[in-house]
């Protein structure tokens, strides 16, 4: 079985992302990131269960798509699942990437 292990910067894009949804709804942010979670459980089981990105394809990334969420992860040879990135679907993942991990958020 699989051990997931959440980065640093995955949780942090999680968390500005439920804060902005509980700005209109506190309950629908709770229940937002209790999918995820619930989601990310099952790689435990199934880690390869995830599709691999379209911008991705010849990579080890893979992904969930939960809610209006996009969340990249890979796993390794040693059983661990490593959650990348959490981020909305509609934005795009080049921009999101050279963006938001350089510090610039």
Known sequence: MAQIKWTEPALADLDELAEHIALDKPSAAKKFVNEVFQATQKL?????SGRKPPELENTDYRELIVGPCRLFYR???????YILYVMRSERELRLFMLKDRKGNR
Not at 44 to 48: N, V
Not at 75 to 81: G, T
């Open 44 to 48: 435990k089981t199934f880690p390869e």
């Open 75 to 81: 796993a390794d040879k040693d059983n661990n699942v």
